[in-house]
């Protein structure tokens, strides 16, 4: 975690954390535990390699394609570098991006696409950024509710908070996405989080 590291998009949005953003790592979606950390940009926003590697891998991330009929088709960049693999997922690569590329930090590796293909009350584009140890990516199906992290699964959010500059937001700002995750959260979870959030908006208003 020395290593310094750079901004994946500029400007930078607030890095999601704690158990009330959906886009935190290790929430609890519906019925999976959230793998990485959702970071709402722009559609064609560009994706920056955060550190010097290698990319590694180049596949299909979402969609059809893979099964995935829910979500739009996107691409994931693997790059590996000192801090481990980094997944820059929900993207189209570069036309430079290929297997065995070396790739400078601040390097333009890919740009935003559309993930959802339904509107759910948040943004429909965003970079998906999950972490793996050297050597490693994505080697699971899903992680389970209820089971351990998978073992070569990095929370990649301490890493980005090493960089300069950096805010964090604890609670989903759009309400209508927390309306929709709370259809389905327990009662007292659900009540717990719309309190939260109207508490927190009331401090914006001060």
Not at 46 to 55: F, T
Not at 99 to 119: A, F, M, N, P, T
Not at 182 to 190: I, L, R, S
Request: some cysteine; proline content about 9%; charged content about 20%.
């Amino acid at each position: 975690m020395k290593n310094k590291l750079t901004c994946p998009l500029n400007p930078m949005p607030p890095i999601p954390i704690g158990t009330y953003h959906p886009g935190a790592f290790g929430v609890n979606r519906h019925l999976h535990v959230h793998t990485g950390v959702d970071l709402y940009a722009p559609y064609g926003c560009p994706v920056m390699a955060m550190e010097d590697g290698v990319v590694i891998r180049v596949a299909w991330f979402t969609g059809l394609v893979i099964g995935m009929p829910w979500w739009n088709d996107t691409r994931a960049v693997y790059v590996q570098g000192a801090s481990g693999v980094f997944c820059y997922g929900e993207v189209q690569e570069s036309p430079v991006i290929k297997e065995g590329v070396r790739v400078k930090q601040g390097d333009v590796i890919g740009h935003v696409l559309s993930v959802l293909r339904k509107y759910k009350g948040r943004p429909m584009s965003m970079l998906h950024l999950e972490q793996y140890s050297p050597g490693h990516t994505d080697e699971w199906d899903e992680w389970k509710i209820g089971e351990p992290k998978p073992v070569h699964l990095y929370d990649p959010t301490p890493f980005l908070l090493t960089i300069e500059g950096v805010k964090t937001i604890d609670y989903d700002p759009y309400i209508d996405s927390v309306l929709a995750y709370t259809q389905y959260a327990p009662k007292e979870v659900a009540e717990a989080l719309l309190r939260y959030v109207k508490v927190h908006d009331k401090r914006n208003q001060v």
